[in-house]
């Protein structure tokens, strides 16, 4: 089992639509977790961060986890074709570490 | 604040040579990790430093080496290069622990 998994996609929806993006992983002890945007040739940018129950807000994006389950997800509201990239999940190593794990990430299609 | 800057952002390598890669954190930041990035194995961990020592160490073979200096600034090295190294090398750092990391632009290496 991959230590953090996501659908690689590709998703797609239409403009002005709810993209959800979903990751699952797998060491019940991960205390911080965050979302990288990775345009094609470009290197990931960190667009959020979550580290506890419930849902955190930042403009059009929500990250939500659920360490019961061991998921965490992104929704974006109101998708825009500039949102076409690939979405990293990424957990953080438990322990005094700077280990992040990546997932392989969700290519995000918004078609116009 | 400037971002986090690498040097050279290309490079073309023979194999059997060596490589050096240059890391500039943002302002402020002491812990600095690299990453490896390549299509089929997507971000995988390279090595941390925090302060000028390796906290952590990922799975690579000692051909890969780091070090970090006392302004924060950071190297990594690729001896003995192969054509598998061939790459994009991403340099990140941030601010405390917990907190999400911040990419360079990355440096493209190919090995020939």
């Known amino acids: 089992q991959k230590e953090v998994e996501q659908n690689s996609g590709p998703l797609s929806v239409p403009e002005g639509a709810i993209a959800s993006l979903n990751c699952t992983y797998s060491?019940?002890?991960?205390?911080?977790f965050f979302w990288y945007r990775q345009y094609s040739g470009k290197s990931p940018e960190l667009i959020m961060s979550?580290?506890?129950?419930g849902d955190k807000e930042d403009g059009r994006f929500t990250a939500q986890l659920n360490k019961a389950s061991q998921y965490v997800s992104l929704l974006i509201r109101d998708s825009q074709p500039s949102d076409s990239a690939t979405y990293l999940c990424?957990?953080?190593?438990?322990?005094?570490?700077?280990?992040?794990?990546f997932g392989q990430g969700t290519t995000l299609q918004v078609k116009p | 604040k400037a971002g986090v800057t690498q040097t050279p952002r290309y490079l073309i390598k023979t194999r059997g040579q060596q490589v050096t890669l240059s890391c500039s954190p943002i302002?402020?930041?002491?812990?600095v990790s690299w990453y490896q990035q390549t299509p089929g194995q997507g971000l995988q961990f390279l090595f941390e430093?925090?302060?000028?020592?390796?906290?952590n160490k990922g799975n690579f073979p000692g051909r890969f080496s780091g070090r970090q200096f006392s302004n924060s600034r950071s190297e990594m090295n690729v001896s003995t290069l192969e054509l598998g190294d061939s790459a994009l090398y991403l340099c990140?750092?941030?601010?405390?622990?917990?907190?999400?990391?911040?990419f360079g632009s990355g440096t493209r290496l190919t090995v020939v």
């Open positions: 990140a750092s941030r601010e405390g622990q917990g907190n999400g990391y911040t």
């Open positions: 060491d019940r002890v991960s205390q911080s």
């Open positions: 979550i580290y506890s129950n």
């Open positions: 990424a957990v953080n190593q438990p322990g005094n570490t700077g280990k992040l794990i």
């Open positions: 302002s402020g930041h002491r812990s």
């Open positions: 430093y925090f302060s000028e020592t390796q906290r």
